[in-house]
């Protein structure tokens, strides 16, 4: 399995931007695809989560700013981001799990200047 995210950029606080990412290979019956970020001297944290049948899970730190979506047709997941904070400013990673496995991408950049 391959994940490739993209999307990520400079913006500008109170911003927005939408990272994609895209599964492909050995696709089936997906758990759960998620989103991580990782910023330098921080711990990576688990941002939002949408599992198989729909249930959608956030980190509170992006409660009412950040929307995960997916795409079943395209293995696909997105993230729109609002209201982007300088504390936002990341590697953002997207996530699989599925049938035991869990697979990794690698990460995009996000940026927010203030």
């Known amino acids: 399995v391959q994940l490739q995210a993209s999307g990520g950029g400079l913006v500008q606080a109170g911003g927005s931007l939408r990272l994609s990412c895209a599964a492909s290979?050995?696709?089936?019956?997906?758990?759960?695809m998620n989103w991580y970020r990782q910023a330098p001297g921080k711990q990576r944290e688990l941002v939002a989560s949408?599992?198989?049948?729909?249930?959608?899970r956030y980190a509170d730190s992006v409660k009412g700013r950040f929307t995960i979506s997916r795409d079943n047709a395209k293995n696909a997941v997105y993230l729109q981001m609002s209201s982007l904070k300088p504390d936002d400013t990341a590697v953002y990673l997207c996530?699989?799990?599925?049938?035991?496995?869990?697979?990794w991408g690698k990460g995009t950049q996000v940026t927010v200047s203030s």
């Open positions: 949408i599992f198989a049948y729909g249930n959608i």
């Open positions: 996530n699989l799990f599925q049938r035991g496995m869990e697979y």
């Open positions: 290979g050995s696709i089936f019956n997906i758990n759960s």
